[in-house]
């Protein structure tokens, strides 16, 4: 039998009327933004399913922006999302896609372009009760939930670099929940995550750098 704690019954904390549509719509965007250093200055929401078809009227749109700009699920200021990303000079737009139907009814992509002209596009799903996962980096599959601190390093699927990147993690005393390894195909661009029960340091990323098949280190605290 699956455990349901009251939290699932009762939902999350939240500024709108859904906890899938805008709760786990500001969540995954919550989550994407994180993962870009420095702010953000251009951003595309590409919508399906149940996104698609009801973003205006369940506040879905309000809900992604106002995660983008870092805004939690209880934000008072999501309601004025719009108003406050033009003040920033953020640059959003909103697509929707009809055609590709295998994906979960609540799915988006959310391409982010930094200050620094990096661009990363993540897809996030929201599974209802403001719980979500992120699904894709850069269209590589992955699969993590954002209610741990995680640790993703892109690197090449070289022998070694996994090793490494736990030796990193327990030279700092790091406690481990979850980790797992997405690949492109062999050889090519792998994902390593790592899940952790409490905060990461922050220097980590640096140390985890050093390896010379490390492509790049993203720290998400939660």
């Known amino acids: 039998m699956a455990f349901i704690s009251v939290f699932d019954v009762l939902g999350p904390n939240m500024i709108g009327p859904s906890s899938s549509h805008t709760a786990g719509a500001c969540s ?3 989550l994407a933004q994180k993962m870009v250093p ?3 200055t251009d951003v595309e929401f590409t919508l399906y399913g149940s996104f698609a078809r009801t973003y205006r009227g369940h506040g ?6 106002g995660g983008i700009m870092g805004f939690s699920t209880d934000d008072k200021r999501i309601p004025d999302s719009f108003s406050i990303a ?3 000079g953020l640059s959003y737009h909103f697509t929707v896609n009809e055609t590709e139907t295998d994906v979960h009814p609540n799915t988006v992509d959310i391409r982010m372009t930094g200050k620094g002209g990096q661009v990363l596009t993540v897809r996030g799903e929201s599974l209802g009760g403001g ?3 992120i699904t894709r980096i850069n269209q590589v599959d992955v699969d993590f ?3 741990y601190s995680t640790l993703i390093v892109i690197h090449y699927d070289k022998p070694g670099v996994v090793a490494h990147i736990t030796k990193c993690l327990s030279d700092r005393n790091v406690n481990i929940a979850f980790m797992k390894l997405f690949r492109e195909a062999k050889g090519q661009t792998a994902y390593s995550i790592v899940e952790s029960d409490g905060l990461l340091p922050e220097d ?3 140390h985890i750098r050093e390896n010379p098949y490390v492509k790049d280190v993203m720290l998400v605290q939660m």
Request: glycine share 8%.
């Open 28 to 30: 995954i965007a919550l």
């Open 38 to 40: 420095g702010p953000i």
């Open 86 to 88: 033009r003040e920033r």
């Open 204 to 206: 980590i990323p640096a």
């Open 131 to 133: 719980k979500v996962r």
């Open 145 to 147: 939930s954002g209610e």
């Open 60 to 65: 879905t749109d309000r809900a992604l922006l």
